[in-house]
């Protein structure tokens, strides 16, 4: 059984930073490409940031040069360094693995950027 598990959201004032982390289970980790995604109230979901099992990384123009995507297969965790956050950044973070098949989804953590 495959579980995803997302922490770290909150709220955060313009500027400020919060890391994501999700911690996989039920996967080979090392072999899985793994993502994060956004999703704001009456917006289709978007591609943040993902990284390869090789660890190449991939982002959003939106976000290039703020977030960081990482991971550490010994801990089957990804996470996300969000810094510079800024109001348009508001929205549930969703973790995603993908492997030659179906791509598995965390439940998601809110994130609010708000002064």
């Known amino acids: 059984q495959v579980q995803l598990v997302e922490s770290g959201g909150g709220l955060v004032q313009p500027g400020g930073s919060l890391r994501l982390s999700c911690a996989a289970s039920g996967i080979t980790f090392s072999i899985y490409a793994m993502g994060w995604y956004r999703q704001a109230p009456g917006k289709q979901r978007e591609l943040v940031a993902n990284?390869?099992?090789?660890?190449?990384?991939n982002y959003a123009g939106s976000v290039q040069g703020r977030f960081t995507i990482s991971r550490d297969n010994a801990k089957n965790t990804v996470y996300l360094q969000m810094n510079s956050l800024k109001a348009e950044d508001t929205a549930v973070y969703f973790c995603?693995?993908?492997?030659?098949?179906?791509?598995?989804w965390g439940q998601g953590t809110q994130v609010t950027v708000s002064s």
């Open positions: 990284i390869a099992s090789s660890g190449t990384t």
């Open positions: 995603s693995a993908s492997f030659l098949g179906p791509i598995y």
